[in-house]
T-cell receptor, first 114, second 115 residues
Framework: AQSVAQPEDQVNVAEGNPLTVKCTYSVSGNPYLFWYVQYPNRGLQFLLKYITGDNLVKGSYGFEAEFNKSQTSFHLKKPSALVSDSALYFCAVRDMGGYQKVTFGIGTKLQVIP | DSGVTQTPKHLITATGQRVTLRCSPRSGDLSVYWYQQSLDQGLQFLIQYYNGEERAKGNILERFSAQQFPDLHSELNLSSLELGDSALYFC??????????????FGPGTRLLVL
């Protein structure tokens, strides 16, 4: 069975500082990995995904994520946080083989403090 | 705006009742996914349809059922409703639904309150 862990319920960061939102995963094979963001009273929006190739993936709104196979991690990062980045962030994983469903993490609330 | 529409936006009903949630995917998308989001369970995958056929099944209760119609819109039917079914129900769509690589585009959700 596949699983995703987002170990922090909430991350607080000052505006202008770098931010990291952590994600680790478990799959039986090779993973497809995704990050989505949810703003209040809105649906989820796609940020970026790792399929194969370069371990550093760049996405929307200046976000990037690094795939680390040995640590089974896919942390989301941004060099300089904006207040408007405050939202709920979801990591998701899908096993590359078979018809596995996408499994989402519990979500991490990012609070950027002005 | 993702291009995925869901109706209704809000739904208030009583225990034991049955409701139908509707989803229209983005133009051209063949796959539709249904999710339930609640405070205690997080975002739970319910079911996926691809071009009218059930593709993958998640934590969907037997009281719940879904289908995708020839015009590719989908409906999620929730019956014998319980208080614990109160949640936000999201629909998502993707261009295809067989590779696992597809990006999902989420609708704004239907907020269901069971009293």
């Amino acid at each position: 069975a596949q699983s995703v862990a987002q170990p922090e319920d909430q991350v607080n960061v000052a505006e202008g500082n770098p931010l990291t939102v952590k994600c680790t995963y478990s799959v039986s094979g090779n993973p497809y990995l995704f990050w989505y963001v949810q703003y209040p009273n809105r649906g989820l929006q796609f940020l970026l995904k790792y399929i194969t190739g370069d371990n550093l993936v760049k996405g929307s709104y200046g976000f990037e994520a690094e795939f680390n196979k040995s640590q089974t991690s896919f942390h989301l990062k941004k060099p300089s946080a904006l207040v408007s980045d405050s939202a709920l962030y979801f990591c998701a994983v899908r096993d590359m083989g078979g018809y596995q469903k996408v499994t989402f993490g519990i979500g991490t609330k990012l609070q950027v403090i002005p | 705006d993702s291009g995925v529409t869901q109706t209704p936006k809000h739904l208030i009903t009583a225990t034991g009742q049955r409701v139908t949630l509707r989803c229209s995917p983005r133009s051209g998308d063949l796959s539709v996914y249904w999710y339930q989001q609640s405070l205690d369970q997080g975002l739970q995958f319910l079911i996926q349809y691809y071009n009218g056929e059930e593709r993958a099944k998640g934590n969907i209760l037997e009281r719940f059922s879904a289908q995708q119609f020839p015009d590719l819109h989908s409906e999620l039917n929730l019956s014998s409703l319980e208080l614990g079914d109160s949640a936000l129900y999201f629909c998502a769509s993707s261009a295809e639904g067989t590779s696992g690589q597809e990006t999902q585009y989420f609708g704004p959700g239907t907020r269901l309150l069971v009293l």
